[in-house]
């Protein structure tokens, strides 16, 4: 086996490895997420859309942390928010809640505003 093809297979294992240790995104339902979001209280801090409130919680969507940080966070938070667990919201429901927040709108383009045009 020559130098190349030995360094071809290296690289193969570490991005296998890297890919294989990645907790994937779950593919959850974005409808269900946005009656969880209500239903279970996270509007309450950071607004029914998840627009964020200065003094309660920050914007969540559109482009929520990875699914990872995300769910990480939500489970062992280490600020101010309380922690859910895996009983008081299933890791089924959690994935319905992050596709719900990576399902909002992204504000309007600058462009799309006359004023600023
Ligand atoms: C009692 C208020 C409160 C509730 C209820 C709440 N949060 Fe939070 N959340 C916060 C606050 C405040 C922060 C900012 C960091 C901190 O102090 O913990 C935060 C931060 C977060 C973050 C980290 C955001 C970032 O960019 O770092 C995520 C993710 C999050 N919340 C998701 C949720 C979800 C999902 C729910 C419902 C299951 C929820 N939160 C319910 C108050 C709340």
């Given amino acids: 086996m020559g130098t190349r093809t030995l ?4 690289l193969t294992v570490v991005v296998t490895a890297a890919i294989a240790g990645q907790v994937a995104t779950p593919a959850g339902d974005a409808k ?6 209500a239903a279970d209280g996270c509007y309450q801090c950071h607004g029914y859309e998840a627009q964020g409130a200065a003094p309660t919680g920050p914007r969540l969507g559109p482009k929520p942390l990875a699914f990872p940080q995300f769910s990480k966070y939500v489970r062992q ?11 008081s919201i299933p890791d089924k429901d959690l994935a319905d809640i ?3 927040l990576q399902s909002l ?3 309007p383009e ?6 600023l045009r």
């Fill in 77 to 87: 938070p280490t600020g101010q928010m309380p922690p859910y667990t895996v009983k």
């Fill in 32 to 37: 269900n997420g946005k009656k969880l979001f």
């Fill in 105 to 107: 709108p992204a504000p």
């Fill in 7 to 10: 360094v071809t297979l290296g």
């Fill in 110 to 115: 600058a462009s799309s505003i006359a004023v």
């Fill in 98 to 100: 992050y596709a719900f």
